[in-house]
């Protein structure tokens, strides 16, 4: 059973200034310190799938966390699609950051928005922009990579939102071994929803296309249950703070078409893939080109005739099955495409049914007709990739 050091929150909510609200602050500490602690757990753990995951996580009221046990165990089995046991120590001690004094005038904001280096999140921050909305970004990164990607778009955000405080949480990564963290988004969420308390604000979006929210496979961090579960825990705890998504029945093309030119121009400073054994030179974080992520990107913007903005991939636009020499990435590439084309004769026979156990009562009115109509909308814009570059 794997036990958590319960300083873990002070590197990562050092940049959020809570004045004297210390309840709260023990709150946000606690709820990092949860997530975190899954986190780490998974990059460290030596049995990759074991039965069942245990995690001892000191916290400030172990009778509240206690009672939330269920529920977190219910977000972890839907992630991993395995057991959790959580048990919750009380700790002996509280550990406040370094005082971090800014300007009450910051606090002055409607939302908090997670940034990353996806093209979600551009698509996302232009929302924001667009609508007048005024929100404060939350970053996670692990590696001196991920830091520069989030730099260069750090620099959009603020010549776009001059208003806005973006905030880059930095933690080393645990792991060399895993590069693509289930736990991971649930530790961005709980640093946005720290920043939304500190900010006494009430709303954080995490942006991501709705053929991601409801296909897992194209690379979702914020599925449509992820979101529905989390905002269940964060209502338990007795915070007023609500997580949304305004791109959950927009495909990936739509939104990116929406943008204007300024913001279609950053497009190539954003990173969707993380297949990094693909790309022989492990310093260079090309885009692979053949994985479904990066499918999901290439589709999105030849639909839509943006290519021109987009990046240079190993394996680039126009490539064939056949073109492709190297026997496993050829395999990939071929299987992914299959994969893509039986989805869309799979709609056009109306045999495409997304169930997440949600009701609309959970989610809202006619969400399934909602997603149906968007799959459509990205058969599409498929038809109209394939047209220009068919792989076969």
């Given at each position: 059973m794997a036990k958590i050091n319960h300083s873990m929150h002070l590197d990562l909510?050092?940049?959020?200034?809570?004045?004297?609200?210390?309840?709260?602050?023990?709150?946000?500490?606690?709820?990092?310190?949860?997530?975190?602690?899954?986190?780490?757990?998974?990059?460290?753990?030596?049995?990759?799938?074991?039965?069942?995951?245990?995690i001892v996580v000191p916290v400030n009221d172990m009778f509240l966390w206690v009672s939330l046990k269920t529920?977190?165990?219910?977000?972890?089995?839907?992630?991993?699609?395995?057991?959790?046991e959580l048990?919750?120590?009380?700790?002996?001690?509280?550990?406040?950051?370094?005082?971090?004094?800014?300007?009450?005038?910051?606090?002055?904001?409607?939302?908090?928005?997670?940034?990353?280096?996806?093209?979600?999140s551009l698509a996302?921050?232009?929302?924001?922009?667009?609508?007048?909305?005024?929100?404060?970004?939350?970053?996670?990164?692990?590696?001196?990579?991920?830091?520069?990607?989030?730099?260069?778009?750090?620099?959009v955000y603020q010549t776009s939102c001059p208003d806005s405080v973006i905030h880059i949480a930095k933690k080393k990564s645990l792991s060399k071994r895993v590069h693509h963290s289930a736990a991971r988004p649930l530790v961005h969420l709980s640093l946005a929803t720290a920043k939304a308390l500190?900010?006494?604000?009430?709303?954080?979006?995490?942006?991501?296309?709705?053929?991601?929210?409801?296909?897992?496979?194209?690379?979702?961090?914020?599925?449509?249950?992820?979101?529905?579960?989390?905002?269940?825990i964060l209502k338990e705890i007795g915070v007023d703070v609500k997580i949304s998504n305004s791109f959950?029945?927009?495909?990936?093309?739509?939104?990116?078409?929406?943008?204007?030119?300024?913001?279609?121009a950053e497009i190539k400073k954003t990173v969707t893939c993380h297949n990094i054994s693909i790309n022989p030179d492990k310093n260079n974080r090309?885009?692979?080109?053949?994985?479904?992520?990066?499918?999901?990107?290439?589709?999105?913007?030849?639909?839509?005739?943006?290519?021109?903005h987009d990046v240079i991939y190993h394996y680039d636009y126009g490539i064939k099955v056949s073109d492709i020499l190297v026997d496993e990435h050829r395999e990939k590439y071929n299987s992914n495409i299959n994969h893509l084309l039986d989805y869309g004769k799979e709609n056009q026979q109306g045999r495409i049914y997304v169930d997440y156990d949600m009701s609309e009562h959970d989610y809202e009115p006619n969400f399934q007709q909602k997603i149906k109509q968007m799959i459509h909308k990205f058969n599409g814009e498929f038809e109209r990739f394939w047209a220009k570059y068919p792989a076969k």
């Open positions: 909510l050092e940049q959020f200034s809570f004045g004297d609200e210390i309840d709260t602050y023990k709150i946000a500490s606690d709820l990092v310190n949860v997530m975190y602690a899954i986190y780490q757990t998974e990059l460290t753990s030596k049995n990759p799938s074991p039965r069942k995951r245990k529920g977190i165990e219910d977000l972890l089995n839907w992630i991993y699609g395995e057991s959790f048990k919750f120590e009380q700790c002996t001690t509280f550990l406040l950051p370094e005082p971090n004094l800014i300007p009450d005038s910051i606090y002055m904001k409607e939302a908090v928005t997670v940034f990353s280096e996806s093209l979600d996302g921050a232009f929302n924001n922009y667009s609508n007048g909305i005024i929100s404060d970004y939350v970053a996670f990164v692990t590696n001196n990579e991920e830091a520069k990607a989030h730099a260069d778009l750090k620099n500190s900010n006494h604000s009430h709303q954080v979006f995490a942006h991501q296309n709705g053929m991601s929210v409801f296909n897992p496979e194209f690379g979702s961090q914020y599925s449509a249950k992820t979101i529905l579960l989390y905002n269940r959950a029945f927009l495909t990936l093309g739509e939104v990116l078409n929406n943008m204007d030119s300024r913001f279609k090309a885009h692979c080109g053949i994985c479904l992520s990066c499918l999901l990107r290439k589709i999105s913007l030849a639909a839509y005739g943006l290519e021109k």
